[in-house]
């Protein structure tokens, strides 16, 4: 029975590998646990730091401008669904506004420089 030694990546010593985790690449000495941790930090930001990247966005904004062409005649029909909800809200609003107005509050005029 050998033992299947496996070299360290941060110091270069062999070790043996724990069969749960026969693709481990550090030795279990602390210091390079600790390196191996910083290691696994920097991949996750490496696959993770999409926000960051102004490729990454670039290619996103392509996308959504792709996604938006594909979908303009939904979109369109959308806004104006909105249009007319908007129109709607706004003129109870401005109903509602001026009954406040008429009724006497100088609250709107207050905040006027
Ligand atoms: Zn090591």
Same mark, same amino acid.
Request: glycine content about 6%; aromatic content about 10%; proline content about 5%.
């Given at each position: 029975?050998?033992?299947?030694?496996?070299?360290?990546?941060?110091?270069?010593?062999?070790?043996?590998?724990?069969?749960?985790?026969?693709?481990?690449?550090?030795?279990?000495?602390?210091?390079?646990?600790?390196?191996?941790?910083? @290691?696994?930090?920097? $991949? /996750? *930001? !490496? +696959? #993770?730091?999409?926000? =960051?990247?102004?490729?990454?966005?670039?290619? %996103?904004? @392509?996308?959504?401008? $792709? /996604? *938006? !062409? +594909? #979908?303009?005649?939904? =979109?369109?029909?959308?806004?104006?669904?909105? %249009?007319?909800?908007?129109?709607?809200?706004? *003129?109870?609003?401005?109903?509602?506004?001026?009954?406040?107005?008429?009724?006497?509050?100088?609250?709107?005029?207050?905040?006027?420089?």
């Amino acid at each position: 029975m050998s033992i299947e030694g496996k070299k360290c990546a941060f110091c270069g010593k062999e070790f043996t590998p724990s069969k749960y985790r026969p693709n481990q690449t550090a030795c279990p000495a602390p210091e390079c646990q600790r390196q191996r941790q910083i @290691q696994n930090i920097k $991949e /996750w *930001r !490496s +696959k #993770h730091k999409g926000d =960051l990247d102004p490729d990454v966005k670039e290619a %996103r904004k @392509q996308k959504y401008r $792709e /996604w *938006r !062409s +594909k #979908h303009q005649e939904y =979109l369109k029909l959308y806004k104006e669904s909105r %249009r007319d909800e908007y129109r709607t809200y706004m *003129r109870d609003y401005m109903k509602k506004y001026r009954k406040k107005k008429a009724g006497g509050t100088e609250e709107a005029a207050a905040g006027q420089p």
